[in-house]
């Protein structure tokens, strides 16, 4: 008998806890808080593309956009390109070579490059993750043919 009520009690139990009605919705995750550790580790970049140069600046020879991340961060790259060609934005391996000439061609086998967003054809913006590499200074291109180096910037990564 006591088994009996045991088991009526556990199943009142059972079907109280699984409820009926409306699922309620889950809350939306919480930010990282300013400081903490998890907040360190992101970070969102704003990349304004032109024809040809990256940000506000036509001489990015001269003076270049510098975006600056913590090393192995989770950053968010926002890619707009406000002009009529195409681009990408591209970080250079440290030490590496780059071709006299960037083309397809001399594309298809990059071992020089730490990553590349992709080609954003003109009037386009998307968002693209991207894993900041070891900290040092990393050259930022535009890999479509005849845009670098006019078209460059620097990454410090931190």
Avoid at 11 to 30: D, I, K, R, S
Avoid at 68 to 76: F, K, L, Q, Y
Avoid at 97 to 111: H, S, W
Avoid at 124 to 138: C, L, Q, R, V, W
Wanted: hydrophobic share 45%.
């Amino acid at each position: 008998m006591k088994t009996f009520r045991l088991s009526l009690v556990l199943v009142a139990l059972l079907l109280a806890a699984c409820g009926g009605g409306e699922p309620t919705p889950m809350p939306a995750p919480a930010e990282p808080a300013a400081g903490s550790a998890q907040a360190e580790r992101a970070a969102t970049l704003d990349i304004l593309m032109n024809d040809i140069y990256f940000g506000d600046n036509s001489d990015n020879l001269g003076s270049p956009p510098v975006w600056t991340v913590a090393a192995g961060s989770e950053v968010t790259l926002n890619l707009a390109n406000k002009g009529g060609l195409e681009h990408n934005w591209a970080v250079v391996k440290p030490g590496s070579e780059l071709p006299k000439v960037l083309t397809a061609d001399t594309l298809k086998e990059a071992t020089f490059l730490e990553f590349s967003a992709g080609n954003l054809p003109g009037g386009k913006s998307i968002s693209e993750p991207f894993t900041a590499p070891a900290a040092g200074e990393y050259l930022v291109i535009c890999t479509v043919a005849g845009h670098y180096p006019a078209m460059q910037g620097k990454l410090i990564v931190q």
